[in-house]
Structure formats: structure tokens, C-alpha cells
């Protein structure tokens, strides 16, 4: 049940639709549901979304909103990022109250990872 004001929905740029269930489904265990050439939805733990059929990216740089996750091991899921066809655009940097990277999907769109470990 969704909570009163609380942020319920996200979505994401994409134009492969597979690429991005494969990268996302074996990074962060996302599960997917196919709603055609335009849209697939995903459930995410603690979060629903999908992605819309764009060539655009989302990107700090074009001024969208930085979607970051948790991790306990930062280096472990940077490590499944990359093996799984993310791209690493910053890598691993210290901030005050923990440590993050920000990464490419297979996409572009921009996405972090932070941990206070």
C-alpha cells in the first residue's frame, strides 16, 4: 500500500528494454513486468518504476534527480555494476557520513551507490 506523500514511482529513459531487465534484474534483483514496445515496469524491493521508450538519458548534468541505492559491500556491487555492462563514471569517493559511485546503465541514465560502511 503506498504511503501518504511519500515518493511511490519512478521512471527511467530507455530504448532496450532487455538490456536494461538483464542489467538491473542481475545487479539489484529488480523483477519486470513487459507491457509492450513502449514500457516495462519493475519492482524493486522498496520501489516501483519502469522505463518509457526514449533515446534521451537521465543525467545530473542535464539536471535530473540522482536515483542512489544502499549497499553494504560498495566495492562488491561496483564490482556486479561492472560485470553485468554498467559503466562506472565516478568511481568510489569519500563524502561526510560514507562512500559512493555513480554508474552508467546500459542505457546512460546515471544512477549511485552509496554506503556508510
Not at 559503466?87 to 569519500?94: A, P
Amino acid at each position: 500500500m503506498a504511503q501518504d506523500k511519500s515518493i511511490n514511482y519512478v521512471e527511467f529513459p530507455g530504448n532496450d528494454f532487455d538490456a536494461l531487465e538483464r542489467f538491473y534484474s542481475q545487479t539489484f534483483g529488480w523483477t519486470f513486468t513487459d507491457y509492450g514496445p513502449e514500457y516495462r515496469a519493475f519492482t524493486d524491493k522498496s520501489l516501483e518504476g519502469g522505463f518509457y521508450q526514449s533515446d534521451k538519458r537521465s543525467s545530473t548534468d542535464n539536471g535530473a534527480a540522482l536515483i542512489t541505492f544502499y549497499a553494504t559491500d560498495l566495492e562488491g556491487t561496483r564490482d556486479l555494476v561492472v560485470a553485468n555492462k554498467g559503466r562506472i563514471s565516478t568511481d568510489i569517493f569519500s563524502f561526510p557520513g560514507g562512500r559512493r559511485f555513480h554508474f552508467l546503465d546500459p542505457h546512460g541514465n546515471e544512477l549511485a551507490v552509496w554506503s556508510d560502511q
